[in-house]
């Protein structure tokens, strides 16, 4: 959506820009249900996770950034980071 707002005339940005908000709030108050056999919540499906992405939500309703610890695959260390989600998928 953000690709496309950049394309569009500045007079369509202000309207592209409400319905990313909407969407960000629609999809924010997606049910928590995580026994859907893993699909709602895809690789968090199995419910290990579920406190974080619970934050994440609400960080994105909210649109406030969020402080995590972050261990990418070949890393040795997790290191500390500030996000700020847009969306979760």
Do not use: C, K, N
């Amino acid at each position: 959506m953000s690709i496309l707002a950049r394309e569009r005339p500045e007079s369509e940005r202000a309207a592209l820009e409400q319905l990313q908000h909407r969407l960000a709030d629609l999809i924010a108050d997606l049910p928590r249900d995580r026994d859907v056999g893993g699909r709602r919540d895809g690789a968090l499906g199995d419910g290990r996770h579920g406190a974080a992405l619970d934050a994440l939500r609400d960080a994105l309703r909210a649109e406030r950034a969020v402080q995590l610890r972050y261990q990418g695959g070949g890393q040795a260390e997790a290191t500390d980071r500030v996000i700020h989600p847009h969306s979760l998928t």
